[in-house]
């Protein structure tokens, strides 16, 4: 009997400290859990009372900054104001030297439209029976045809002269192509056509009938209007074009 009874005591004795010690072991529990409890509320109240003063420093500063940026923008006004003003300035400068140009231009007009000698042409004929016309500097005079179907208009020239030579003695027509009497047969053909030499195509150069005179059939560039050139020599002078026909088509083509 004794035995049992000390057992039975020693196992309450056994659960008397299995109850304190989960006592303590759930007091423990609560005040971690209170602790990281306060811990976290600490926290978001520091942030939330961080985030307000931020906010308002934030605030302040721009009210401090505005009244710079007013300044800033009053000084670009006024550098806006005085490049507008400049801008004025110079265009009216410029009207008035426009306007002083074209008063001057206006008196320049004026005087060439009352100047007698300026519609003057000298070489104007005054007779409305003559055909005329011009190649170049030469006034050319239209003349009955030589009855050549191929021929639209025939021309004749008082100014032409003889083109000049370098040759001496006694002249002997050639018509050896590049020789010294070539060239300048060429010349006297494109004095006569009214043709830049340079860009003259010669299409046919032959005798004219006698020693002295020869014809030349010529164009200018790719221009299709070609043109029959009629030259005589002169001598100590050169060759000298005296008639001039523009064909109808190009039979030396």
Known sequence: MGSRFNQRDQKRKVNKIYNIAITVVSILIVIVAVSIFLSDDGTDTEKATTEPKQTVEKDAKKKVDKPAGKEEDTDLTKEDEDEDSKATEEGTEENTEDGTDTDANTNTDTNTDTNPDTDTNPDTDTNPDTDTDKAGDAKLVKVDGSGDGNVATTYTSESWKPVGTEQSGEHTTSFQKNSV???????????GAGIDQGNMRLWWLQNGGSPNTA???VSEGDNPKTFRVYIEWVDGSGWKPVKVEELKTNDKK
């Open 215 to 217: 014809i030349g059939t």
């Open 181 to 191: 009497d070539w060239n300048e047969m060429s010349k006297a053909i494109a004095h």
